[in-house]
């Protein structure tokens, strides 16, 4: 490991002007190219203090053993030279996608004497017209297939388009009707040209005026009463419908853009691009890549753009490109996309509109992409033996931790605190065994008392169990239990605080399992019913850092439990941090062992997320009528219609009460002495007007509405000002 003092350049030998810089490591192998507006400013970020870097800077710096760079003029050539040396020595330091070249698209070899509609992978050729990519190439033989009966162009191969013409016989093709059988001389040149050019068109979205032409043929073959040229026609009309439906308009205007969007999390990131061309989505494709760099969004949509665009000119850069995030500064890119073109190029963020529609779709492909490839990765049985293996190696266990428990706190500014707990089970989820907490033992916010009350409770239970069934592995743990509190059975806060994974309460002490998954094989009582908090983990994960992990390790060590290792994996920087120890452990970036802790806590927390904004979204529509014994929601509902609103409600009489089918005396008795108690809410204001709206009260909650006239329920937090966890 260098240290990069060792080989730092004196400022004032870097040159303040833009230019490309690359660092080598000890055997002059090239690991990282940048660019920079100036080097001077650029290269000195990367030759601070080794502890105030990025790990993956610091990782990159420690490798190198030396810089260098050149200068050119402009931004602009900047990033022409960074995009051309990553592609020249392919560092290992710098984000690459993968897979560029593997996308077929359906090409026609213009620059033939007879044009040929062939499916092409691969570099492109100069005077061969593109259109795609395609995700498959079955999708464009498809297409194809549909089009030949009305354009016959060719589609065999030289070899055989020259054994037809020597022979004086067409292919199947050409008797058909599918192939014109230029090779036999049915049509000449120039008309076989033509019906390329036709082809092309069409495929360019240039449909509207072609129809129309057919279907005034179709009309006038029928009025001539050539029935059976009406009908072909008619036939060519709705094969040519038919292929236009596999491409349905998604922008209008005939809108030819590329639309870019990018899914990531810590180490890696999934780019979707969508190719509209006439106002239809032509073609798609996407890449996965590993974040290697401390890179931004706006970044990645960089590297995508020269990944998209270094190899295109002229009309295969579109006029518009639609991204997530510009990249910073967006001018130089810009104005190196309007130089590929030939022409302007806008390259914008959609913020209304089918484009914004569109964007979100394209998003949202992304985020599955990514999805997927976790899913993948995660499914190998191999690759989640080896993250085990390297998670005990890191945390020094002394067996792989097949059974690992995840925890995580969240709210939204101190109200609606919970918890999750998630398992993981020989590096797979087991969600029968998700459990849900509600944090009662103190109100407000605060992660570690939080994560403290969690694992006591959860832990608890677990000795508890062990106590009924007599499974002690120690004679101290009974007196541990006792020490340091009441039992689950005794616990005040324990009694139906714990929810299930559909966020129901349960009625017990402990939660039954979440309805999606079966309970484990074995792990049942007496009765049939699945043992509760039985199986001890053999490492409690926590979301957090250093003060949370020595809250949970606090938990076990005062319920006497010593034998379950305990860790947390904060956010920020991916580090693991381990109980009493000052300095956490930094697992490689490319560590399968990281890569499944980060699975468990991206899955305890969305698991806790949800389950805080359920009983957020409740609380906004609790009613007064909540609180009266024995109604249920069809009789509320029943009252509010008849009344209109609890405000009219709380002002009726017993006996107009009664009027409700459904609603004797007692009920109706019971109702106004509830609402006379409640506290009657405040008015509905809508905000950016000022205006009360009490006349439009209706069950509950009163609402306000915001600066956008949007009704928002009285008192709910603005998420735009507030910060939920």
């Not at 293996?389 to 266990?397: F, P, Q, R, V, W």
């Not at 381990?578 to 490319?590: A, G």
Request: with cysteine; glycine share 6%.
């Amino acid at each position: 490991m260098a240290d990069p003092s060792s080989y730092r350049p004196k400022p004032g030998q870097i040159p303040d002007s833009p230019g490309v810089y690359r660092f080598r490591d000890e055997h002059r192998r090239v690991i990282y190219v940048g660019k920079a507006k100036s080097l001077r400013q650029r290269l000195a970020n990367y030759f601070q203090d080794l502890a105030s870097l990025h790990p993956r800077t610091r990782t990159m710096v420690t490798t190198a053993a030396s810089v260098e760079w050149t200068v050119v003029s402009t931004e602009v050539e900047a990033l022409q030279l960074e995009y051309s040396w990553i592609k020249e020595y392919d560092p290992r330091f710098n984000v690459k996608y993968r897979d560029d070249k593997s996308y077929p698209y359906l090409a026609v070899t213009m620059n033939e004497e007879f044009p040929r509609v062939q499916v092409m992978r691969g570099h492109k050729k100069k005077g061969v017209r593109y259109f795609g990519p395609y995700g498959h190439a079955w999708a464009i033989r498809d297409t194809v297939d549909l089009l030949l009966r009305v354009f016959p162009v060719r589609t065999c191969s030289a070899g055989v388009f020259k054994n037809a013409a020597r022979t004086g016989r067409p292919c199947l093709l050409g008797y058909i009707g599918k192939c014109s059988a230029p090779c036999v001389g049915r049509v000449e040149p120039d008309e076989h040209r033509e019906l390329a050019e036709e082809f092309c068109d069409f495929m360019a979205g240039r449909t509207g005026t072609y129809l129309r032409r057919l279907e005034q043929r179709m009309t006038e073959a029928a009025e001539e009463m050539e029935y059976e040229r009406a009908a072909r026609l008619r036939d060519d009309i709705e094969a040519l419908k038919k292929a236009m439906e596999k491409n349905a308009v998604v922008l209008a205007d005939a809108t030819d853009a590329d639309l870019i969007a990018v899914a990531e999390d810590e180490l890696e990131a999934a780019v979707q691009i969508f190719h509209v061309r006439g106002g239809r989505v032509r073609g798609q494709r996407g890449w996965v890549t590993d974040k290697v760099e401390d890179v931004t969004t706006g970044a990645l949509v960089e590297h995508a753009l020269q990944q998209l665009y270094g190899e295109e000119t002229g009309d295969a850069v579109p006029k518009e490109v639609l991204v997530p995030a510009l990249p910073e500064p967006v001018e130089p890119v810009q104005e190196w996309l309007t130089g590929r073109r030939g022409s302007n190029v806008s390259l914008r963020i959609p913020q209304r509109g089918d484009k914004k529609a569109l964007m979100e779709t394209v998003e949202r492909n992304a985020q599955q992409a990514l999805a997927l490839h976790k899913t993948k990765r995660a499914s190998d049985l191999t690759t989640r033996s080896r993250a085990l293996e390297e998670i005990a190696d890191a945390l020094d266990l002394d067996s792989a931790p097949l059974r690992i428990e995840c925890y995580d706190i969240s709210h939204l500014q101190g109200d609606d605190v919970v918890a999750s707990m998630v398992v993981f089970e020989d590096g797979l989820q087991r969600k029968s065994e998700y459990r849900r907490f509600q944090i009662k033992g103190f109100a407000g916010q605060d992660d570690v008392r939080s994560m403290h009350e969690v694992i006591t409770r959860r832990f608890r239970r677990y000795l508890a169990e062990k106590e009924r069934t007599g499974e002690w592995a120690e004679d101290g743990a009974e007196n541990a239990s006792t020490e340091s509190g009441p039992t689950a059975q005794s616990d005040p806060t324990a009694q139906s605080d714990l929810t299930t994974g559909n966020g129901s309460p349960s009625p017990a002490v402990d939660a039954d399992p979440a309805p999606d998954a079966a309970p484990v094989n074995g792990f049942k009582d007496e009765d049939g019913r699945p043992k509760k908090f039985a199986y001890p983990p053999q490492l409690v994960v926590v979301d957090g850092g250093q003060p949370q992990v020595a809250a949970a390790r606090r938990a076990l060590d005062e319920l006497g439990i010593d034998d379950i290792a305990v860790c947390g994996l904060a956010k920020r920087l991916e580090e693991v941090w381990l109980p009493e120890d000052d300095d956490p452990v930094v697992l490689p970036r490319t560590s399968e062992g990281l890569y499944l802790l980060q699975r468990i806590r991206d899955e305890a927390h969305r698991f806790a997320i949800t389950y805080q904004r359920t009983k957020r979204a409740k609380r906004f529509r609790s009613s007064p009528l909540d609180d009266v014994p024995g109604l249920g929601e069809t009789r509320k509902q029943a009252l509010i219609k008849h009344f209109g609103s609890v405000k009219k409600l709380r002002s009726a009489t017993i006996e107009q009460i009664q009027e409700v089918p459904g609603i004797g005396r007692k009920t109706a008795e019971t109702i106004a002495v509830a609402l006379a108690q409640a506290a009657p809410a405040a008015p509905a204001v809508n905000t950016a007007t000022g205006e009360i709206m009490d006349d439009r009260e209706d069950e509950a909650p009163e609402t306000t509405a915001d600066a956008s006239g949007e009704p928002v329920p009285a008192g709910a937090p603005d998420d735009r000002r507030g910060q939920e966890r």
